[in-house]
Nanobody
């Protein structure tokens, strides 16, 4: 079992930056790939970024490549999403998620709101 709690959301102007954090509980945190997803009003939840259990491999949605960076600290059971050059279309609730090897994402946080104004 993994429990996830996001923090760091807020309101920022376009071009600004935010850093989201996700605190995970569970002794096997380091064995899970971790991801960030987001859901804007009226839209489906979409993939944003993923980091492998070692932290050596990352993946990004095309819409955030070059602007967002995902990282993890297994010693602290933390995952981060550094978001730079934010755009109004990045406005959404951001969710942290975890999945085991070869599995779909099965553990989700409660989400944190990010609002980017123009």
């Amino acid at each position: 079992q993994v429990q996830l709690v996001e923090s760091g959301g807020g309101s920022v102007q376009a071009g600004g930056a935010l850093r989201l954090s996700c605190a995970a509980s569970g002794r096997t945190f380091s064995s899970y790939a971790m991801g960030w997803f987001r859901q804007a009003p009226g839209k489906e939840r979409e993939f944003v970024a993923e980091v492998s259990w070692t932290g050596s491999t990352t993946k990004y949605a095309e819409s955030v490549k070059g602007r967002f960076t995902i990282s993890r600290d297994n010693a602290k059971n933390m995952v981060y999403l550094q978001m730079n050059s934010l755009k109004p279309e990045d406005t959404a609730v951001y969710y942290c998620a975890a999945r085991g090897v070869g599995s779909a994402y099965e553990y989700w946080g409660q989400g944190t709101q990010v609002t980017v104004s123009s």
